[in-house]
């Protein structure tokens, strides 16, 4: 009886979904429902908390983009010194097979082609796989936590949202040049909650090398962002958002190793997006994702490992954004 019940539910919101001016309403209320049902102790927390969250400099004008088009930019954010020494270790651990091998990592194993990635080569793995990222970041990778995860750019996440929600995660991934499926293709990361994503430079992006796009205005679950009709895959084709969007307002993610994208990721993007696959220039490109949701992943509460001396040495702010998120592990 439930699969049927959810097998029921997921059938009359995809006839919904063909009606922009309901489903509109719709993905407006589930958001709502995610922040203060699931969210509403941390709500009341960030409250108290706002003297601690009080926002400095320039983070105020990139909220206020951030609200009204759903990204905004921070190029060459971070000095190139900190990001190389990220990259390499990076590098090390995915040539090394250290690889994250949860579900949600491997398009392969989501469309179950594969039932997982344990047992392949990095050599074997960039012949398919869309992306892999680096197994347990923090605890292989311990600079990230006071280089990368600065209290600024969690000031900037953290008001967004309104609170710290109940989901925070961080990933290091690269992406191959390979045809452009899965996420590049325009899509929505979810509409049944809310989240904000930063994304982290580790490789220099231009026009050939795997940039992000996003279509300015999309995030807000508005009747015109919901007219795109999806494929049976969930994606969008561009031509499908080019008939509401034109193509000169779609925003391309392209700078220097050290820059920065906040985003709002239930706004429509893709990315990496590879030009031209079989071009010879063609690279991998590297990157940082920090997010925050405010619903749980399929497989419930995800813990990230830390060092236990990296996590003494947290802000006032980490810990408030990372509280819960953390398993400390001593090495």
């Given at each position: 009886?439930?699969?049927?019940?959810?097998?029921?539910?997921?059938?009359?919101?995809?006839?919904?979904?063909?009606?922009?001016?309901?489903?509109?309403?719709?993905?407006?209320?589930?958001?709502?429902?995610?922040?203060?049902?699931?969210?509403?102790?941390r709500?009341?927390?960030?409250?108290?908390?706002?003297?601690?969250?009080?926002?400095?400099?320039?983070?105020?004008?990139?909220?206020?983009?951030?609200?009204?088009?759903?990204?905004?930019?921070?190029?060459?954010?971070?000095?190139?010194?900190?990001i190389?020494?990220i990259?390499?270790?990076?590098?090390r651990?995915?040539?090394?097979?250290?690889?994250?091998?949860?579900?949600?990592?491997?398009?392969?194993?989501?469309?179950?082609?594969?039932?997982?990635?344990e047992?392949?080569?990095?050599?074997?793995?960039?012949?398919?796989?869309?992306?892999?990222g680096?197994?347990?970041?923090?605890?292989?990778?311990?600079?990230?936590?006071?280089?990368?995860?600065?209290?600024?750019?969690?000031?900037?996440?953290?008001?967004y949202?309104?609170?710290?929600?109940?989901?925070?995660?961080l990933?290091v991934?690269?992406?191959?040049?390979?045809?452009?499926?899965e996420?590049?293709?325009?899509?929505?990361?979810?509409?049944?909650?809310?989240?904000?994503k930063?994304?982290?430079?580790?490789?220099?992006?231009?026009?050939?090398?795997?940039?992000?796009?996003?279509v300015?205005g999309?995030?807000?679950?508005?009747?015109?962002?919901?007219?795109?009709?999806?494929?049976?895959?969930?994606?969008?084709?561009?031509?499908?958002?080019?008939?509401?969007?034109?193509?000169?307002?779609?925003?391309?993610?392209?700078?220097?190793?050290?820059?920065?994208?906040?985003?709002?990721?239930?706004?429509?993007?893709?990315g990496?997006?590879?030009t031209?696959?079989?071009?010879?220039?063609?690279?991998?490109?590297?990157l940082?994702q920090?997010?925050?949701?405010?619903?749980?992943?399929?497989?419930g509460p995800?813990?990230?490992?830390?060092?236990r001396?990296?996590?003494?040495?947290?802000?006032?702010i980490?810990?408030?954004?990372?509280?819960?998120?953390?398993?400390?592990?001593?090495?």
């Amino acid at each position: 009886m439930p699969g049927t019940t959810s097998h029921w539910l997921r059938k009359t919101k995809g006839q919904l979904r063909r009606n922009p001016h309901v489903y509109s309403r719709i993905a407006q209320s589930e958001a709502k429902v995610s922040k203060y049902a699931g969210n509403f102790g941390r709500v009341l927390a960030f409250r108290r908390q706002r003297r601690l969250f009080a926002l400095e400099g320039d983070e105020a004008q990139h909220l206020k983009k951030l609200r009204r088009d759903g990204f905004t930019l921070l190029p060459n954010y971070f000095d190139t010194d900190v990001i190389d020494t990220i990259r390499d270790q990076a590098d090390r651990l995915l040539r090394d097979a250290q690889i994250d091998l949860s579900p949600e990592m491997s398009y392969s194993v989501v469309a179950k082609r594969l039932t997982s990635l344990e047992g392949f080569t990095y050599r074997e793995l960039q012949k398919f796989e869309h992306h892999i990222g680096v197994r347990d970041p923090l605890l292989n990778i311990p600079e990230i936590v006071p280089s990368i995860l600065t209290d600024s750019l969690l000031r900037i996440t953290t008001h967004y949202l309104g609170y710290a929600p109940i989901r925070a995660d961080l990933q290091v991934k690269r992406g191959f040049p390979l045809p452009n499926v899965e996420s590049s293709l325009f899509h929505k990361d979810t509409h049944e909650g809310q989240l904000i994503k930063f994304f982290v430079l580790l490789s220099d992006v231009d026009e050939d090398h795997g940039p992000l796009l996003f279509v300015p205005g999309t995030h807000h679950h508005s009747v015109t962002a919901w007219k795109p009709q999806t494929g049976r895959d969930g994606r969008y084709s561009d031509e499908e958002i080019e008939r509401f969007f034109p193509k000169e307002t779609w925003v391309r993610f392209l700078g220097r190793r050290g820059s920065v994208l906040i985003a709002d990721t239930n706004g429509i993007h893709k990315g990496p997006w590879w030009t031209d696959p079989e071009n010879p220039r063609g690279r991998h490109r590297d990157l940082l994702q920090f997010r925050q949701s405010s619903l749980l992943g399929p497989a419930g509460p995800q813990k990230m490992k830390i060092r236990r001396d990296t996590a003494k040495r947290m802000t006032p702010i980490q810990r408030v954004v990372l509280r819960n998120q953390l398993t400390r592990v001593s090495t």
